[in-house]
C-alpha cells in the first residue's frame, strides 16, 4: 500500500491565486513528521515546510501553509499568491519512526504550473 | 558556500562497468542519505548512515554500497551497472536520528547516471 499518496499529477494555477495541492498518508506510527519539498526544473529539491504528529497548529511558512487534518490522514500544501517560480513539481514525504533510520517516504509529486 | 555537493553531476558509463558518486556535506551534519529519483520522478531512500550505522532499504540490491570516510562524506558505489540503474541520485544530510522536531533533510543537486 501506499504510504504517501498524492493524486494529482499536474495542476495549473494563475497567477497571484491560492492553490492546494493534495496529500494522504498511510502510518499506524503515533510519532511521525510530513514534510514537503519543491523541485524546480533545474533538478535541486529545496525543503518547504513541516508538520509534526503531535503540533496543534498548522504549520506555516511565508506563502505556504499546511492544512493538516490527523484524523483524515492529511497534509494539504497550500500555496498563496502563487509566483511565475512557483512551477515546480511537490513532494509531500513522511518520517516515521526515529528508529527507522530518519528516512523520508515520498509521494509521487505534483507537478503545479503557474499560468501568467 | 555549498551545503551539499555531489560530484559528479553527470555520469554515463557502459553496462557492466564499476562506478562512484562523492557526497560531501559541511553543515557539521551526523546523518547521511542517498535517494534514487527515477525516470518518472519518483524518489525513493536507498540508505541512511548515522554514526558508522548503516539502514539498508531492503529493496535495494547489493550491487549498491555506501561507504562514508568521515562524517561529511559519504559515497555511493555501484558495481555491475545496469541498465535500469539510470535516474538521478542524490545525497542528502540531517541532523542526527533522534534529534527530534524538524530535523529537515538537506539535499544534493543530485548526480544524473545514465547507463548505456
Known amino acids: 500500500a501506499q504510504k504517501i499518496t498524492q493524486t494529482q499529477p499536474g495542476m495549473f494555477v494563475q497567477e497571484k491565486e491560492a492553490v492546494t495541492l493534495d496529500c494522504t498518508y498511510d502510518?499506524?506510527?503515533?510519532?511521525?513528521?510530513l514534510f514537503w519539498y519543491k523541485q524546480p526544473s533545474s533538478g535541486e529539491m529545496i525543503f518547504l515546510i513541516y508538520q509534526g504528529s503531535y503540533d496543534e497548529q498548522n504549520a506555516t511558512e511565508g506563502r505556504y501553509s499546511l492544512n493538516f487534518q490527523k484524523a483524515r490522514k492529511s497534509a494539504n500544501l497550500v500555496i498563496s499568491a502563487s509566483q511565475l517560480g512557483d512551477s515546480a513539481m511537490y513532494f509531500c514525504a513522511m518520517r516515521e519512526t526515529l528508529w527507522a533510520g530518519n528516512m523520508l517516504t515520498f509521494g509521487g509529486g505534483t507537478r503545479l504550473m503557474v499560468k501568467p | 558556500d555549498t551545503a551539499v555537493s555531489q560530484t559528479p553531476k553527470y555520469l554515463v558509463t557502459q553496462m557492466g562497468n564499476d562506478k562512484s558518486i562523492k557526497c560531501e556535506q559541511n553543515?557539521?551534519?551526523?546523518?547521511m542519505y542517498w535517494y534514487k529519483q527515477d525516470s518518472k520522478k519518483f524518489l525513493k531512500i536507498m540508505f541512511s548512515?548515522?554514526?558508522?550505522?548503516?539502514?539498508i532499504n531492503e529493496t535495494v540490491p547489493n550491487r549498491f554500497s555506501p561507504k562514508s570516510p568521515d562524517k561529511a562524506h559519504l559515497n555511493l558505489h555501484i558495481n555491475s551497472l545496469e541498465l535500469g540503474d539510470s535516474a538521478v541520485y542524490f545525497c542528502?544530510?540531517?541532523?542526527?536520528?533522534?534529534?527530534?522536531?524538524?530535523?529537515?533533510?538537506?539535499f544534493g543537486p543530485g548526480t544524473r547516471l545514465t547507463v548505456l
Open positions: 502510518t499506524s506510527d503515533q510519532s511521525y513528521g
Open positions: 542528502a544530510s540531517s541532523q542526527a536520528i533522534g534529534a527530534g522536531g524538524r530535523n529537515e533533510q538537506f
Open positions: 548512515y548515522n554514526n558508522k550505522e548503516l539502514i
Open positions: 553543515l557539521g551534519h551526523d546523518t
